[in-house]
């Protein structure tokens, strides 16, 4: 067993008062395909941590293989109840009422840190759209509407379009934000994207035919 407090600042806790949770701290293994048993044991305050396969973290929910299907599948249960009772709870059969309603209530929780964990697959696509599919056709006059028509009366877009526009948004974000930096943090920068690039370029190279060159720039 490995104890944890001797890697942490133990010193800063104490003059900030601010004691480690045994609660709040768990260990998870990347890629790991050994047992719980073969992995190593971190002791914090006495306390031996759990070994999880699923963490959360600022409200996003990461397993061991780093991907996000579990917390895909967490927000389209949890919305998908709130657009159920959205159309259950309210009296008013005004489409735009509800849709405000569900645009508050609702699309928050499928958007929140999208720019993190914004799938690529289809069928993770289609099971986060599916929410906003479900909850346009249940307006009124929207049931006999394909979905394209659906958004373009209710003036909005699809949820793959959003996360698309967060993306770009937050990709210029960082870009600013990295030409902001000194000189030599961005000449470091670029000589290690450089370095990482040319051995990925002469791995690629080996099961490359040798009439083919790979050339850069």
């Given amino acids: 067993m490995m104890p944890l407090t001797n890697c ?62 579990r917390h895909i599948s967490l927000i389209v249960h949890k919305a998908m109840t709130r657009a159920r009772l959205i159309l259950r709870c309210f009296l008013s059969c005004d489409r735009q009422l509800l849709f405000k309603a569900y645009c508050v209530y609702v699309r928050p929780l499928l958007e929140y840190c999208s720019a993190v964990w ?12 599916s929410v906003q599919r479900f909850f346009t056709k249940r307006l009124q006059g929207m049931w006999r509407q394909g979905y394209d028509d659906r958004l373009r009366l209710l003036n909005t877009h699809s949820l793959k379009y959003r996360r698309l526009y967060v993306f770009y948004v937050s990709s210029y974000s960082v870009i ?16 290690e994207l450089d370095d990482m690039i040319s051995n ?3 791995k690629l190279a080996l099961w490359m035919p040798q009439n083919i060159t790979l050339q850069i720039g």
């Fill in 118 to 129: 914004s799938p690529h697959f289809k069928f993770l696509m289609f099971k986060i759209e």
């Fill in 176 to 191: 600013v934000s990295i030409h902001s930096l000194p000189m030599f943090l961005l000449n470091q920068l670029k000589t």
């Fill in 8 to 69: 942490m600042n133990g010193a800063m806790c104490g003059s900030y008062i601010l004691p480690l949770t045994n609660v709040l701290f768990a260990i998870i293994h990347p890629d790991s395909k050994r047992s719980n048993t073969d992995l190593y044991k971190y002791i914090l305050n006495t306390h031996v941590l759990e070994n999880v396969d699923v963490v959360r973290d600022l409200g996003v929910h990461v397993d061991c293989l780093l991907k996000f299907d």
């Fill in 200 to 202: 990925l370029l002469n």
